[in-house]
């Protein structure tokens, strides 16, 4: 009871709402279908009226499909898409009540017990329902009941029929047990509700009597609306134009606080903002703010917001500013010590000020690899994407530089006393080795076709340190690094 009135339920069911959001923006009149690979097999996921009056259904392979339909049109299906969409239908559902929840991936359950006579009574806001969702070429069936399974059954099974009418699979079964009920001679629900409960739940356990009790409104069931995510968004409109640097600045300052207590109530923190200024001609300029790191402190962004105003062509002036955090990202509170916080995030700030100036994605750092041959000893990531790593253990020293290997001409295993590199005359006055490295037999690499390395550190007269390796399997020598 609510305030005296039974409760309304009405349930939407999209039978192809996959196909009718391809098919919205690409209409055909073919047969066509969506494909989704299971268990090794491409199966039909949803297909639109041409192709199941062609015999086709849902979960018959893809290539019997064709078989029997060689004019089928397919597309990979998207469920996550498709999970997108109904997101949408559900907000466009609030419309006709504040409790609006999903009924599995392809329907919508409301609960508009007292909302309907503001829209001329249940008849009329059923049909209004249909007329908008046929407008936008979506295929809907509607149930209305007192229960949440009686509108669900009257939505898949009859809409309009009485419930007892329905078949058992209209009270959300698995197969199984439908199977056996049918087996049991009980087809219909009027049937079920009328035999003995005891034998049943002997035999098919809890679950179906209280499937049977939730569509006779024997027992409750919720609809839980979901939560709305949180928007990073807020704005100013502005009683006057402005037009100068230090007052767009001053307007930034008071949203960024205002945007920082919701990231900060939400326990994140903005990746990418976007200051948006609409001037008085109704033309908006942006600028975009990408963080080497979440950040939620309005002194250490405002700042960095200073290059791109100073950019901006106000015109005639400033009416409104917005600021929105695009890309948020968890962050936690951080641990505080005696010192002040454990990270303070300067070099987050250097990382982002060279950004903003170069690109994000420009400013990069070595990481170490897990590998033994010199040259895929590290990667190269971006330094805004990547945490710095201090794993560069090794049991040998690495020059700090390290380039493709020249060749120098000299015999023998030992590092030659006098040899010529890149015009000049080098005598070596000390050399440290070898270090015998193995190339890695699992990996294609013309570089390593000439076997076993033997690595040296050189130290020469001139005062040049190279690191010299020795090819014993096919002899020659050759630099390919050099030391500080």
Same mark, same amino acid.
């Given at each position: 009871?609510?305030?005296?009135?039974?409760?309304?339920?009405?349930?939407?069911?999209?039978?192809?709402?996959?196909?009718?959001?391809?098919?919205?923006?690409?209409?055909?009149?073919?047969?066509?279908?969506?494909?989704?690979?299971?268990?090794?097999?491409?199966?039909?996921?949803?297909?639109?009226?041409?192709?199941?009056?062609?015999?086709?259904?849902?979960?018959?392979?893809?290539?019997?499909?064709?078989?029997?339909?060689?004019?089928?049109?397919?597309?990979?299906?998207?469920?996550?898409?498709?999970?997108?969409?109904?997101?949408?239908?559900?907000?466009?559902?609030?419309?006709?009540?504040?409790?609006?929840?999903?009924?599995?991936?392809?329907?919508?359950?409301?609960?508009?017990?007292?909302?309907?006579?503001?829209?001329?009574?249940?008849?009329?806001?059923?049909?209004?329902?249909?007329?908008?969702?046929?407008?936008?070429?979506?295929?809907?069936?509607?149930?209305?009941?007192?229960?949440?399974?009686?509108?669900?059954?009257?939505?898949?099974?009859?809409?309009?029929?009485?419930?007892?009418?329905?078949?058992?699979?209209?009270?959300?079964?698995?197969?199984?047990?439908?199977?056996?009920?049918?087996?049991?001679?009980?087809?219909?629900?009027?049937?079920?509700?009328?035999?003995?409960?005891?034998?049943?739940?002997?035999?098919?356990?809890?679950?179906?009597?209280?499937?049977?009790?939730?569509?006779?409104?024997?027992?409750?069931?919720?609809?839980?609306?979901?939560?709305?995510?949180?928007?990073?968004?807020?704005?100013?409109? #502005? /009683?006057?134009?402005?037009?100068?640097? &230090?007052? @767009?600045? !001053?307007?930034?300052?008071?949203?960024?606080? $205002? =945007?920082?207590?919701?990231?900060?109530?939400?326990?994140?923190?903005?990746?990418?903002?976007?200051?948006?200024?609409?001037?008085?001609?109704?033309?908006?300029?942006?600028?975009?703010?990408?963080?080497?790191?979440?950040?939620?402190?309005?002194?250490?962004? #405002? /700042?960095?917001?200073?290059?791109?105003? &100073?950019? @901006?062509? !106000?015109?005639?002036?400033?009416?409104?500013? $917005? =600021?929105?955090?695009?890309?948020?990202?968890?962050?936690?509170?951080?641990?505080?010590?005696?010192?002040?916080?454990?990270?303070?995030?300067?070099?987050?700030?250097?990382?982002?000020?060279?950004?903003?100036?170069?690109?994000?994605?420009?400013?990069?750092?070595?990481?170490?690899?897990?590998?033994?041959?010199?040259?895929?000893?590290?990667?190269?990531?971006?330094?805004?994407?990547?945490?710095?790593?201090?794993?560069?253990?090794?049991?040998?020293?690495?020059?700090?530089?390290?380039?493709?290997?020249?060749?120098?001409?000299?015999?023998?295993?030992?590092?030659?006393?006098?040899?010529?590199?890149?015009?000049?005359?080098?005598?070596?006055?000390?050399?440290?080795?070898?270090?015998?490295?193995?190339?890695?037999?699992?990996?294609?690499?013309?570089?390593?076709?000439?076997?076993?390395?033997?690595?040296?550190?050189?130290?020469?007269?001139?005062?040049?340190?190279?690191?010299?390796?020795?090819?014993?399997?096919?002899?020659?020598?050759?630099?390919?690094?050099?030391?500080?």
């Amino acid at each position: 009871m609510f305030d005296g009135m039974h409760r309304r339920v009405v349930s939407l069911w999209f039978p192809r709402l996959a196909t009718d959001r391809v098919l919205r923006a690409r209409p055909t009149d073919r047969p066509f279908v969506l494909t989704l690979t299971e268990s090794n097999t491409n199966r039909v996921y949803c297909l639109n009226v041409a192709a199941e009056r062609q015999g086709l259904y849902r979960g018959i392979s893809f290539s019997d499909a064709r078989a029997f339909c060689p004019g089928l049109v397919s597309m990979p299906a998207r469920p996550d898409l498709e999970a997108q969409f109904l997101t949408v239908l559900r907000r466009w559902a609030l419309r006709w009540c504040p409790w609006v929840g999903r009924e599995g991936r392809d329907g919508l359950v409301l609960d508009v017990t007292g909302s309907a006579h503001l829209f001329g009574g249940e008849e009329a806001m059923l049909r209004e329902m249909r007329q908008r969702l046929a407008r936008t070429r979506l295929s809907v069936r509607i149930g209305l009941a007192e229960t949440r399974g009686a509108a669900w059954a009257r939505a898949h099974y009859g809409e309009g029929a009485a419930l007892a009418d329905l078949p058992v699979e209209a009270l959300r079964l698995d197969s199984d047990t439908a199977i056996g009920l049918k087996r049991m001679g009980l087809r219909r629900i009027g049937q079920l509700s009328a035999t003995p409960r005891a034998p049943l739940t002997r035999r098919f356990g809890p679950g179906l009597l209280m499937r049977l009790d939730q569509a006779l409104g024997y027992q409750p069931e919720q609809i839980s609306p979901e939560v709305e995510p949180p928007h990073y968004g807020v704005r100013m409109t #502005l /009683p006057e134009p402005i037009g100068l640097e &230090s007052d @767009v600045m !001053a307007a930034a300052d008071r949203l960024l606080t $205002r =945007l920082c207590d919701k990231l900060r109530a939400q326990d994140t923190g903005a990746r990418v903002l976007c200051l948006t200024l609409r001037r008085v001609d109704s033309h908006a300029q942006q600028v975009e703010l990408r963080l080497a790191r979440p950040m939620r402190d309005p002194a250490r962004i #405002l /700042p960095l917001f200073q290059r791109g105003v &100073s950019q @901006v062509d !106000a015109g005639f002036g400033i009416d409104q500013v $917005r =600021l929105e955090a695009v890309q948020v990202e968890p962050l936690l509170s951080e641990q505080l010590n005696s010192t002040g916080t454990r990270d303070p995030g300067r070099m987050n700030d250097l990382i982002t000020r060279i950004g903003t100036r170069i690109g994000l994605d420009n400013v990069r750092r070595f990481l170490p690899a897990d590998s033994h041959i010199p040259e895929r000893a590290f990667i190269i990531a971006s330094a805004a994407y990547s945490q710095p790593d201090s794993n560069w253990a090794s049991p040998h020293p690495r020059p700090v530089l390290i380039f493709p290997p020249e060749p120098i001409i000299a015999t023998g295993p030992r590092p030659p006393e006098h040899f010529r590199w890149r015009r000049m005359a080098l005598t070596t006055g000390r050399a440290t080795g070898p270090e015998r490295i193995a190339p890695e037999w699992w990996l294609d690499d013309p570089n390593w076709h000439s076997g076993l390395r033997d690595y040296w550190r050189v130290e020469t007269v001139q005062g040049r340190r190279l690191w010299l390796f020795h090819t014993p399997q096919n002899p020659g020598w050759f630099v390919q690094g050099e030391f500080a």
